[in-house]
């Protein structure tokens, strides 16, 4: 089972990584990293990682794993990138993305009139893009599986263990990375957060109205 995770400089690297721990622990999966340019990506915050492989290295996996970041805005406007997840996605068995990931998946026009999750900042912009945004932590619409903000990604990889190989093997999965969240503070979700905080985001993300698109 292969499993491709796409890789860009300026992506924000637990959107790739979670995943990566989650599904890399599903009997019989092969994961890889790939990039339109082999080599080594940059994350946001400055971290290497390796895309060992060409796009047309892994040109149909079965898994296809697209992370965001700020670099989003330039992977959705790569042609490159673009053919190769429509591609991807005719033989896949599933399509998946974290955070405004799902912004390039719509680029590609894969999330056309389909329900979709994203970064809550980034709601208004996946609606542009022709999808049905919802505030769901993990969407499953067919075989698309979208995931909300960055740590969102590894649910949407247990959520995708357990429909590959079902509930016990992705509940020893959840356990043998501990993943029991006990966040020190309730501020995890816009509905949640003080109102100071939500709109302290709001006033810096490049998703503003002014700047979306």
Do not use: N
Not at 95 to 121: D, E, K, M, N, Q
Not at 168 to 180: C, F, G, M, P, T
């Amino acid at each position: 089972m292969d499993i491709a995770i796409l890789l860009f400089d300026r992506l924000t690297a637990l959107d790739a990584i979670g995943p990566y721990e989650v599904l890399g622990r599903v009997p019989g999966a092969r994961l890889h990293f790939v990039a339109a340019e082999p080599g080594s990506k940059r994350t946001d915050q400055g971290l290497g990682i390796d895309a060992s492989e060409a796009l047309s290295d892994v040109a149909h996996p079965e898994i296809v794993v697209v992370p965001g970041g700020p670099g989003e805005r330039e992977a959705k406007r790569d042609p490159r990138v673009l053919d190769w997840l429509r591609a991807a996605h005719e033989t896949s068995t599933w399509t998946t993305s974290v955070c405004t990931g799902s912004l390039i998946l719509a680029a590609a026009g894969l999330l056309t009139g389909r329900r979709a999750t994203t970064h809550w900042l980034a709601l208004d912009e996946l609606r542009d893009h022709g999808a049905e945004p919802t505030v769901d932590r993990v969407v499953v619409d067919g075989k698309i599986v979208t995931a909300a903000g960055v740590s969102s990604g590894i649910d949407m990889a247990l959520t995708l263990a357990a429909m590959l190989a079902g509930d016990d093997v992705a509940k020893r999965i959840q356990l043998s990375i501990e993943y029991d969240p006990q966040p020190p503070f309730d501020a995890g979700s816009p509905a949640k957060a003080p109102a100071s905080v939500v709109q302290f985001l709001r006033d810096r993300s490049r998703f503003a109205p002014t700047t979306a698109g």
